[in-house]
């Protein structure tokens, strides 16, 4: 609580934040309340941000009480904040084949999608999850008809939401390792709701895509293209990675300082096939501050 009244008693920053012309932003905390984002990702400097709706390792989830899209609304277009970004608890499961656990997920699910569009959020991120016990195929079947049926009756269209699968690191069972697995759980859902995809830097990375030297970067480009296509990728996580190139290991690293480096992050921003999507870093807090320099490297990236 001490917290929030410090971030409220602090002066603006009096140089105005320096502006690109991409959307960049970062994961945000929510602590004292969801509209206290806002204000914090403005003074890290973005514009645009993440968040989550719910503890993302809970199932239970915050109270919104009744509508909250004009506040977020208008904070948003106060501090010129867009797209709004909602990442999905991590313990939603939709492929989950333990059927007690797949009704939780679902209903988890859909709680996310009735809070994102509370909220006014334009796009809801989700890991297209976990196939243990089945196949591949079988999960990725199951995680896209899990999300109709979540979804179901929810306005989506009406609301301006639009669900992002994302890739993963691909490890074990995990489904989404590969672009060709998010194309298909997109082109699955073409049609019954709103959906698109999330591309993480790091994820790629680890899971075994060139994502290091400049040739190798316009190849993983290149195959992104043709499986997911670039147009349907709305939201970039921006994170460098602390481990090697197909290791499957999702450890998210600072701009720069891992094992991508900042060609990447600089290839990514500045391609114009990409000029529509939101660049969010969910990189680590070792200290007080590296959220602000994240987000500042990114921005320096810009051309
Ligand atoms: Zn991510
Ligand atoms: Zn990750």
Same mark, same amino acid.
């Not at 297209?128 to 979540?150: K, M, N, V, W």
């Given at each position: 609580?001490?917290?929030?009244?410090?971030?409220?008693?602090?002066?603006?920053?009096?140089?105005?934040?320096?502006?690109?012309?991409?959307?960049?932003?970062?994961?945000?905390?929510?602590?004292? *309340?969801? /509209?206290?984002?806002? =204000?914090?990702? $403005?003074?890290?400097?973005?514009? !645009?941000?993440?968040?989550?709706?719910? @503890? +993302?390792?809970?199932?239970?989830?915050?109270?919104?009480?009744?509508?909250?899209?004009?506040?977020?609304?208008?904070?948003?277009?106060?501090?010129?904040?867009? +797209?709004?970004?909602?990442?999905?608890?991590?313990?939603?499961?939709?492929?989950?084949?333990? =059927?007690? /656990?797949?009704?939780?997920?679902?209903?988890?699910?859909?709680?996310?999608? =009735?809070?994102?569009?509370?909220?006014?959020?334009?796009?809801?991120?989700?890991?297209?999850?976990?196939?243990?016990?089945?196949?591949?195929? #079988?999960?990725? &079947?199951?995680?896209?008809?899990?999300?109709?049926?979540?979804?179901?009756?929810?306005?989506?269209?009406?609301?301006?939401?639009?669900?992002?699968?994302?890739?993963?690191?691909?490890?074990?069972?995990?489904?989404?390792? @590969?672009?060709?697995?998010?194309?298909?759980?997109?082109? #699955?859902?073409?049609?019954?709701? +709103?959906?698109?995809?999330?591309?993480?830097?790091?994820? !790629?990375?680890?899971?075994? $895509?060139?994502?290091?030297?400049?040739?190798?970067?316009?190849?993983?480009?290149?195959?992104?293209? =043709?499986?997911?296509?670039?147009?349907?990728?709305?939201?970039?996580?921006?994170?460098?990675?602390?481990?090697?190139? *197909?290791?499957?290991?999702?450890?998210?690293?600072?701009?720069?300082?891992?094992?991508?480096?900042?060609?990447?992050?600089?290839? &990514?921003?500045?391609? &114009?096939? &990409?000029?529509?999507?939101?660049?969010?870093?969910?990189? +680590?807090?070792?200290?007080?501050?590296?959220?602000?320099?994240?987000?500042?490297?990114?921005? #320096?990236?810009?051309?």
């Amino acid at each position: 609580m001490a917290r929030e009244q410090d971030l409220r008693a602090r002066p603006a920053p009096n140089r105005p934040p320096r502006l690109t012309s991409r959307r960049i932003g970062i994961h945000t905390s929510t602590a004292g *309340g969801v /509209f206290n984002a806002a =204000e914090r990702a $403005y003074r890290l400097g973005c514009n !645009t941000l993440q968040i989550f709706s719910t @503890s +993302p390792r809970q199932w239970a989830p915050y109270e919104l009480s009744g509508t909250q899209c004009a506040e977020m609304s208008r904070l948003r277009s106060l501090y010129d904040l867009k +797209p709004l970004v909602i990442h999905t608890n991590y313990l939603v499961n939709l492929a989950s084949t333990n =059927e007690l /656990f797949l009704r939780k997920s679902v209903e988890a699910f859909r709680g996310e999608v =009735e809070r994102a569009l509370a909220l006014c959020a334009e796009y809801l991120v989700l890991h297209p999850g976990s196939f243990r016990g089945a196949d591949r195929e #079988r999960g990725l &079947l199951q995680t896209a008809a899990a999300i109709a049926a979540a979804s179901k009756d929810l306005d989506l269209v009406k609301g301006g939401l639009t669900i992002l699968i994302e890739n993963t690191a691909g490890s074990e069972f995990s489904l989404g390792g @590969s672009f060709e697995q998010v194309a298909e759980v997109v082109d #699955r859902l073409r049609g019954i709701v +709103p959906i698109a995809a999330c591309i993480d830097t790091c994820h !790629t990375h680890v899971a075994g $895509y060139d994502m290091v030297s400049e040739e190798g970067i316009y190849q993983t480009l290149q195959h992104l293209d =043709e499986t997911i296509g670039l147009n349907n990728i709305k939201v970039v996580h921006c994170n460098d990675a602390k481990a090697a190139r *197909g290791s499957k290991l999702d450890r998210h690293q600072h701009i720069g300082k891992g094992m991508i480096g900042k060609q990447a992050f600089r290839i &990514l921003l500045n391609d &114009l096939r &990409l000029a529509h999507a939101a660049f969010i870093a969910e990189t +680590p807090i070792d200290k007080p501050g590296d959220d602000r320099s994240n987000v500042a490297a990114l921005k #320096r990236l810009v051309v």
